[in-house]
């Protein structure tokens, strides 16, 4: 392949072309060999900038199931923070309901303190929840101990409120 190029665009080229390089560089050069280290360099940048325009379907794919990653675990993560908060309310709806039960039984005359373990639940839209009542005796013959379990669930599975309380 010949190239026909002006003789004032090549002084040019050549001129450009030196002052890009280095001093060592500049004395062994001849302007044939700047000529061709020229084209080869537009060569050489056209298709670097044909090629450099965008991302490739691999760093695509990559991107996509890192992000995919990400949105799964943040779900995982947003479903046990619902579970944990409906633990957490069952909980304090049943020790506020084992506070009003030992509140019954301190509230109530010596006549009618039940002497006897004693259970029953709770009525709408409490109806999940029931409780037990039971008493214990002390060293201190004036003072028992009353117990009131508050169950939601499972037992076994911890799903209950416990309050003790002492009544003279």
Sequence with gaps: MTAIVNFNSQKAVENNLKTKLCPG???GLNSGTLLQLHLSFNRIHKVKRAN???FTLLEVMIAIA???IALISLQALNNRTIATHDYLQRMTQATLLAQYKISEVESSSAETLPQEASQGGF???LDQY???ISFSETPLASVRMVTVDVVWGDK???EFVSIDSFIF
Excluded: F, R
């Design 25 to 27: 560089c500049q004395s």
């Design 52 to 54: 450099s325009g965008g």
């Design 66 to 68: 890192i992000i995919s």
């Design 123 to 125: 009525d709408e839209p």
């Design 130 to 132: 029931s409780w037990q």
């Design 156 to 158: 076994e599975k911890n």
